[in-house]
């Protein structure tokens, strides 16, 4: 460079640069899901962006969440009828407050388990349908295969991003902690049932079973229609290059992994900002008692009337200030020390996402879990001692007044999130680059095969050894009718 003259040198330095920043750079092809998925989807999807990725989203006609232009992705658009919106999630919602506060009942939670079933069977319906569009419409599926894609994003709880990475022949990143079937561990490592708490063991949907049974055989069936029947729609879920789990184990509870299991938990969280403001005014005229802030989500607006009331009337008995994001209906009890407002993330349904934040945060949280894994996102803070649980059917004003008090007031609660947030903090690497060195690795290296264990391909018994315990009782002289087991495995 020295015998560079100026200008030569300038332009040999750009040349350098501009070389060293768009190796590692790939296109990445995104099939997200909707809600709060997609916010915390778009989070990553910002950051790639800004190392230079090119991202292209696969939305619908439809798309509830997903904005229809952004600066920092392109679009591609499938032809959909129907869609996972807010009617869809509003006559869901309708049906689990009924049931629920009908009281605790075993027909109740029958009820409530069919309704939640009956709503994912369709939603997953839903989604077959859009890829049977996707993978019908030529012109799409021809462009998209000359785009050459390095990689498919998508989030497995819903399947049409790991089919469409079969189609293109392209490897596989997730941003999960859903699979159709239940927790994405329990898809790829081994889960000792003697100490892994099966998840949906709360109010929210127990029905492993029935989702592998039921939802996955729509899934086979696009499967099978485009790639042939002896594609496996189970293996190609299983067959991710790398999984990047939305928990840590700050969060989560202790328990065997796979090496193409990457954690990422709370990648999402970053220091305070200054509040708007608006916000800031009113927060600032608390004073000395602090601010508590309510939301029940993305997918919820609004909760039942009576309960609303019930909530303002004990929020307006406190000294706090208090920020609740509420729609709808305003409640008639609300205190002058209420803000309702449109849009505020916090602490209280038990979504992932909001959960995240109140660990990074170090905020402990009262919790009213409404569904999916929200009672057992919750139930992890409890076991800590950073959470109260009070129940969609028993919450009332006296018993929401008792447990926000005794949240305030007994200092464990506060000096327990915030042993988790300092625990959550200390990682060699924020877990957003750890992802994003992870998506650029399967990039450089097309894959990370190396890193994933082929066992879920193994016949049931062959897993479990049973064929070499069997084969050995056999040559024992114990079994004979063991034939069948071995002749299946070997
Ligand atoms: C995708 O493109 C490759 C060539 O780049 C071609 O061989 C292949 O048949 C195409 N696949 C589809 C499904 O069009
Ligand atoms: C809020 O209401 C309380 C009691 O209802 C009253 O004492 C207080 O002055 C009110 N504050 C404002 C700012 O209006």
């Not at 369709?122 to 000359?146: P, Q």
């Not at 992932?352 to 919790?367: K, S």
Request: contains cysteine; negative net charge; hydrophobic residues 45%.
């Amino acid at each position: 460079l020295i015998f560079l003259h100026k200008p030569e040198k300038v332009f040999f330095i750009f040349l350098i640069s501009f070389l060293w920043n768009t190796c590692d750079c790939g296109k990445i092809l995104v099939v997200p899901l909707e809600g709060s998925h997609w916010i915390n989807m778009d989070i990553m999807i910002k950051a790639l962006h800004s190392h230079g990725h090119s991202i292209t989203v696969v939305r619908t006609t439809k798309s509830w969440y997903i904005q229809g232009n952004s600066e920092y992705y392109n679009l591609v658009t499938v032809n959909v009828e129907e869609a996972f919106d807010h009617e869809f999630m509003k006559l869901i919602l309708e049906k689990i407050f009924a049931l629920e506060r009908r009281g605790g009942s075993f027909t109740t939670f029958a009820g409530l388990q069919l309704e939640m079933f009956t709503a994912m069977y369709n939603l997953h319906g839903i989604i077959c349908k859009m890829a049977r569009s996707m993978f019908t419409d030529e012109d799409l599926m021809k462009r998209l295969n000359e785009t050459k894609y390095d990689l498919v994003l998508t989030d497995p709880a819903w399947g049409a991003g790991i089919m469409l990475a079969h189609f293109l022949k392209i490897p596989l990143v997730y941003n999960v902690r859903w699979i159709t079937s239940g927790e994405g561990h329990l898809a790829i490592a081994p889960s000792p049932l003697s100490y892994i708490p099966m998840t949906g063991s709360g109010l929210s949907d127990k029905m492993d079973f029935l989702q592998r049974f039921l939802i996955d055989p729509q899934y086979q069936a696009v499967c099978t229609e485009f790639f042939g029947a002896e594609i496996r729609y189970r293996h190609l879920l299983q067959g991710a290059d790398i999984w990047l789990m939305r928990v840590d184990f700050v969060f989560e509870f202790p328990r065997p992994t796979m090496p193409n299991v990457v954690y990422m938990g709370g990648f999402q969280c970053k220091p305070a900002k200054p509040l708007p403001p608006h916000l800031e005014n009113f927060v600032q005229s608390s004073g000395e008692h602090g601010v508590i802030l309510m939301s029940m989500g993305t997918f919820v607006d609004e909760v039942p009337n009576d309960m609303t009331d019930q909530i303002a009337a004990a929020f307006a008995k406190l000294p706090q200030k208090v920020i609740w994001k509420h729609k709808g209906y305003r409640p008639t009890t609300l205190g002058n020390n209420t803000l309702l407002v449109d849009w505020i993330l916090f602490v209280a349904h038990g979504g992932t996402n909001g959960i995240q934040e109140a660990i990074y945060h170090g905020v402990p949280v009262v919790g009213i879990p409404l569904f999916f894994d929200q009672y057992d996102n919750l139930l992890r803070l409890k076991e800590r001692g950073g959470a109260k649980i009070l129940t969609l059917s028993t919450v009332d004003e006296d018993n929401f007044l008792n447990s926000v008090k005794e949240v305030l007031s007994d200092q464990s609660y506060r000096e327990n999130m915030q042993r988790l947030s300092r625990l959550h903090r200390d990682q060699p690497i924020h877990p957003l680059d750890n992802a994003i060195f992870w998506i650029e690795f399967v990039i450089r290296h097309k894959g990370a095969a190396h890193l994933r264990s082929e066992s879920y391909k193994m016949p049931l018994c062959a897993y479990n050894s049973l064929d070499v315990i069997i084969f050995v009782l056999a040559r024992e002289g114990l079994f004979d009718y063991t034939k069948c087991c071995i002749n299946s495995s070997l």
